[in-house]
């Protein structure tokens, strides 16, 4: 956990950047909204990319820029992990002379830590290859580890999947979630993709021409009336449960929440393993008493806390099941055959099919 106080007031070239943060951040901070929002300027700041005019940061109690102050420390001054798209690796360089240029700089680690490191991020059988000889994923996961020997006190990933192919994302995101997430250094992540978000973030920033419009844990995020906010056209919920079994033969993955079995379709996961998903409001449908039979293999007994009117003719209805929070969206007219209101104990039913895209 590393406390940031962040206060930035800076004109952007249409609206001004102005965030004022102050909080003990842990794990990995998705940092969404929409295109030109301003979410890579804050990337930019944190870091030290742009003159310091405007910028308050201090990390842990050490002052990173105050202007007014007159203290300005550079980028390579701030002990930061940058990852971005596309990762940088010197190309002269092996990836095991990569990964050690950083160390050098920053000090010794202890043996047992490079070997963690390396053997987290798998990149023992890499070490002697340049970096042109590797994937993009592989680039990835060797910056990552650079990055990880030099100890940050804060990461910075900006968008840095978005090169990769699905099967490589996922990948890297399964190398580097826990990764990120036990960090004692928090993470700001900027993503667009909403399975990343969904499988990354342990909090959510929502940032829009400028301004925070949204800060707190997924639960906080869940709990409200859009949803994921920033993410306004797949709004949905992000549960985490655990791996109770795979089923090889129809390549279904059992989780457990609250007591409750979620089946979706996923690649072997070790049981006892968290696992995150998401649900789009739009994939939950209503009954009253749970069919018998029903090819839905997600059946889960609700209670209807709240109902939202999306527009004229849709309502976002607001679920409880155990601490948990899920949403659907029905037809007005859907709301009234079922005489939906508060208190009402209700079935949702979601496909297993709708909840691919998250592994
Ligand atoms: N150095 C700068 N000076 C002035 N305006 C800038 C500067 N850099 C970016 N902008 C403008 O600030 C706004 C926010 O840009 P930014 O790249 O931070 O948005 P973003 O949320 O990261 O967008 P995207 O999701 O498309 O990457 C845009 O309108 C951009 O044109």
Known sequence: ???????????LSDFSLDIALDHDFKGVTAVIGPSGAGKTSFLQCLAGFVDGRGIQIKVNGEIWNDTERGIIRQPHQRRLGYIFQSPYLFPHLSVEDNLFYGMKR????????????IHSLSIQPLLRRSPSALSGGEKQRVALARSLLTKPDLWILDEPMSALDKKSRQEVITMIRPILSLSSA???YVSHALDEVAQMADSVLVIDRGQVKFFGSI?????????????Q???????????KDFDEEYGLLRLNIDHQDIFLPARSRPSGQRHRFR???KDVSLCLSCPSSSSVLNQIPCIVIALKPASDYQTHVKLAF????LWATLTRKSVDNLRLEPGVS??????????????
């Not at 709004?235 to 449960?241: A, D, N, Q, R, T």
């Not at 155990?322 to 929070?325: A, C, L, T």
């Not at 209700?346 to 099919?353: E, L, R």
């Open 279 to 281: 649900i789009l409001r």
């Open 106 to 117: 920053r000090g010794q680690l202890a043996d047992d830590e490079i070997a963690q490191v």
């Open 346 to 359: 209700v079935t949702a039913m979601i496909k297993a099919v709708s909840l691919l895209g998250t592994h």
């Open 322 to 325: 155990g601490k948990h929070i």
């Open 233 to 243: 056209n797949e709004p949905g919920v992000i549960l985490e449960g655990v791996v």
């Open 219 to 231: 639960d906080e995020a869940n709990d409200q009336d859009l949803g994921i906010p920033g993410l």
């Open 1 to 11: 956990m590393s406390r940031l106080s962040i206060n930035i007031r800076r004109a």
């Open 186 to 188: 928090p993470s700001f």
